[in-house]
């Protein structure tokens, strides 16, 4: 199936599968003012004269804190980035799966809305299609988004590698148990056939293949994205650990 200039195909997914485009009826010239990705890894200041001194991580990093009620700006954008790598990776591997195709992700394509609510609101300003293969998924997420994000998030917050491609892997899982189940309710076999295939090769990818345990579509980490960390948070489905650890700030950090 050809991408057409909506994705349309990916709205009866919704959440986080679901990806705007120039075309989308939410369109509108206030967007183009937003930074792209590419800026945020950057470090390009915001684009509001309120935000100014301030790039769009710092102020997605202290929007998750102030929704979160978490003091720990190292947390907060721990939690940021899983966000974010589980909207790249559903809109990729939907795509990938439904559409057989891949559109351009590339970091200057996409705009961002740093102060939305989750999932991350991206807008992509030009549906330019790409193979839907598993090398092309890597060189778009994982290299072109993950590794910068992280980069920067590292270097601002002291977030651990390990950490950030923990969550990126469990954000992978995430899409792909999701993806899978709406496949598979609606009779799209051959969606979750190719989503399985797809997340197989991934987790096989040297920066994937050790952040955890797949068995089917669960998946279990083998770090802690510090979510028990959050006031009144817990660990996650996926955790490496079955109770919050009663341990030093810096513990499970990856």
Do not use: K
Request: with cysteine.
């Amino acid at each position: 199936m050809d991408l057409d200039p909506d994705l349309a195909a990916l709205r009866p997914l919704g959440g986080f599968f679901v990806l705007r485009t120039t075309t989308g009826a939410t369109a509108a010239p206030a967007r183009a003012a937003l930074p792209t990705l590419a800026e945020a890894y950057a470090g390009t200041y915001a684009a509001t004269p309120s935000d100014l001194h301030r790039t769009a991580l710092t102020v997605r990093v202290a929007t998750v804190g102030e929704r979160l009620r978490a003091p720990e700006p190292r947390v907060c954008a721990s939690i940021g980035q899983q966000g974010l790598a589980a909207r790249l990776w559903s809109v990729a591997l939907a795509c990938a799966a439904v559409y057989g195709r891949l559109p351009d992700l590339d970091a200057r394509l996409l705009r961002w809305d740093a102060t939305a609510s989750a999932p991350e609101d991206l807008w992509l300003t030009e549906v330019r299609p790409l193979a839907g293969d598993a090398a092309t998924l890597a060189d778009t997420v994982l290299h072109g988004h993950l590794e910068p994000l992280g980069e920067a998030l590292r270097a601002r917050y002291g977030v651990a590698s390990g950490l950030l491609w923990g969550n990126a892997g469990s954000a992978l899982a995430g899409a792909a148990r999701e993806l899978d189940r709406w496949a598979r309710a609606n009779g799209r076999t051959e969606a979750a056939d190719r989503a399985r295939a797809l997340t197989d090769a991934l987790f096989a990818h040297p920066l994937l293949r050790t952040t955890g345990t797949r068995t089917g579509t669960a998946f279990r980490r083998r770090s802690c994205c510090l979510y028990y960390r959050v006031p009144g948070g817990g660990v996650c489905g996926d955790c490496c650990f079955t109770r919050p650890p009663r341990s030093s700030p810096g513990a499970a950090s990856g």
